[in-house]
């Protein structure tokens, strides 16, 4: 069973940056269509931002322009550069790793925008 494993996040000021990143010691890292998913207090979990294998990249409304995804394969290493951070974007956020037959989730990281 694939297993993701997430690094970054943390807690910043309204207006900064920060970068979440995970990785998964797979051999064929790239044909996996790689996702980040947010959960914030109280909320469901909702989807954030997706690459696939190809490099197209997808976003929610809420955060494009503000957040970057994208993929190294060759490190098996997904990341996403969040800039100009809000109170909204306070939540957990997931890692998710999908094609056929898999569909595995990383375990989560926090990321909290506070003044």
């Known amino acids: 069973q694939m297993q993701l494993i997430q690094s970054g996040g943390g807690s910043v000021q309204p207006g900064e940056s920060l970068r979440v990143s995970c990785t998964s010691f797979?051999?064929?890292?790239?044909?996996?269509?790689l996702s980040w998913y947010r959960q914030a207090p109280g909320k469901q979990r909702e989807f954030v931002a997706q690459?696939?294998?190809?490099?197209?990249?997808s976003y929610v409304p809420s955060v494009k322009g503000r957040f970057t995804i994208s993929r190294d394969n060759a490190r098996n290493a997904l990341h996403l550069q969040m800039n100009g951070l809000n109170s909204e974007d306070t939540a957990v956020y997931y890692c998710?790793?999908?094609?056929?037959?898999?569909?595995?989730w990383g375990p989560g990281t926090q990321v909290t925008v506070s003044s």
């Open positions: 797979v051999r064929d890292f790239g044909i996996y269509l």
């Open positions: 690459i696939t294998k190809r490099g197209d990249t």
């Open positions: 998710r790793a999908q094609t056929f037959g898999t569909d595995a």
